[in-house]
């Protein structure tokens, strides 16, 4: 079995519609759903994936194959990315 590259749909998913979005999410899965390994981060939890994909089928069967066969961790606390972002604007606002 030959490796299949690395996927990242994030910066891609913002250019395309909804539809598309969740069509372009659904193929990536089913393609490497028992064949290769898939890695997803997100700041939503999957009771809030209806604000990403509009369409509960095409959810439930994301869940499925993502689940199957899964570790799932959850990480809590506060992100790195708004933390350096509250620094950065402190630091703004002590300036002026």
Known sequence: MTPEPFVSADTAAQFLSVKCRHLLALAL???RYERHSIVITTNKAFKEWNTVFPNATSI???LDRLTHHTDVTLLEGQSYRVRESEIEIAARRKKA
Request: aromatic residues 0%; hydrophobic residues 50%.
């Open 29 to 31: 899965v089913s393609r």
């Open 60 to 62: 439930a069967t994301l």
